[in-house]
């Protein structure tokens, strides 16, 4: 790692564990609050806006409020983050632009290493089929389980076409803001301080280590009102990994995707390829999600073999090792002047 760019790899884990830890803290706040909008709202007439938020605060446990406590947090943070960066878009020296995604202060710092991102003139063409490749995967994957006795499919209430459309419009939406932050920013900051394998591996671990943090469908905490339940959801959401099985079956798919998605971006010298690899992934978990039923007949292995609808699990893993060899064939005619290869 070189010394000079030490700190802001440094600085990206602490901005992550403080989104974290503000995250914890403010979710029974959030709660309190969310749950105390839906019984005002129960009572008298408020505007349409407020009662679509009362009605979900309603309807959601403590969980999500939690999750929504760590989106927040994110949020609050980043602009201060960025700007104890000091990190800016601007000349690297060879005029092409430095590794950095936002313009921010004047007389911030412009490092000429890292990769910088490039136009690229492929672009709809790499984040169409990237989509096109790992929804289809995925979702061939989980149709062919019903067979055999894993899953039920069921009708949407909405209807297919416009639960297609809900669903494709928020996992590209999710998947630009993740790709942003995730493979725009933090890999560019990792690729400023070491060598372009281990950024991919850094940054593939720093992806798993953050989506893990979410919790996963069925954890929940004892008393959603006690001081601390923010901190008592964090701790048992760290002690799941005690158990090598949710190891396997959770944090190494999320590596093996974040691996993916980095060496797409470093393959690229862009964000397409990897906005259209996580779309197509979000869309078919999103989908799964909402027309399949797990039986219960995965038994004592079901985190080895596909999780909770293809979320996790060795069946989402193929996918991410087949989406790893879509990457080298859509890319094997690229420009090696737009992307650095590990």
């Known amino acids: 790692m070189r010394n000079e760019a030490r700190g802001d790899v440094w600085k990206v884990w602490i901005y992550a564990a403080a989104a974290v830890g503000l995250g914890a803290w403010i979710s029974p706040l959030l709660y309190n609050a969310g749950k105390a909008l839906a019984e005002v709202s129960s009572r008298k007439s408020t505007n349409g806006f407020l009662e679509w938020l ?8 403590f969980p999500r409020f939690y999750e929504a406590g760590l989106w927040l947090a994110a949020a609050l943070l980043f602009l201060p983050w960025m700007e104890w960066l000091h990190a800016k878009r601007g000349e690297a ?8 995604l936002l313009r921010l202060p004047d007389g911030a710092r412009t490092p000429a290493r890292g990769q910088p991102l490039r136009k690229n003139l492929r672009g709809l063409w790499h984040g169409c089929a990237g989509f096109l490749a790992v929804a289809g995967l995925l979702l061939s994957m989980g ?7 894993f899953f039920t499919l069921r009708n949407p209430a909405e209807g297919l076409a416009m639960l297609a459309l809900r669903t494709c419009a928020g996992s590209l939406a999710l998947a630009v803001l993740m790709e942003l932050f995730f493979r725009g920013v933090t890999l560019g900051i990792f690729l ?29 905490v004892t008393d959603a009102e006690a001081a601390g339940t923010g ?13 090598w099985r949710n190891v396997g079956g959770g944090l190494v798919p999320l590596l093996a995707l974040g691996g993916v998605l980095a060496y797409a ?5 862009s964000l397409w390829l990897p906005v259209g690899l996580h779309t ?28 909770v609808l293809l979320q ?24 090696d002047e737009s992307a650095i290869s590990p």
């Open 54 to 61: 009362a009605e979900q605060c309603r309807r959601a446990d």
């Open 93 to 100: 020296g060879d005029g092409t632009g430095g590794p950095w």
């Open 143 to 149: 149709v062919a389980l019903v067979p055999a006795g």
């Open 192 to 220: 400023r301080a070491m060598r372009p394998a281990a950024a991919i591996g850094m940054s593939a671990a720093f992806f798993a280590l953050a989506l893990s943090a979410i919790p996963p469908p069925g954890l929940n």
């Open 231 to 243: 901190f008592e959801l964090l701790g048992r959401i760290a002690g799941r990994f005690a158990d």
């Open 265 to 269: 971006r470093l393959r690229t010298a």
């Open 280 to 307: 197509g992934w979000l869309f078919a978990r999103g989908m799964l999600g909402a027309l399949s039923e797990a039986t219960g007949n995965l038994g004592t292995g079901e985190p080895i073999l596909s999780g």
């Open 312 to 335: 996790q699990g060795l069946i989402p893993l193929i996918a991410i090792v087949l989406a790893r060899v879509l990457t080298d064939f859509l890319t094997v005619n690229h420009d």
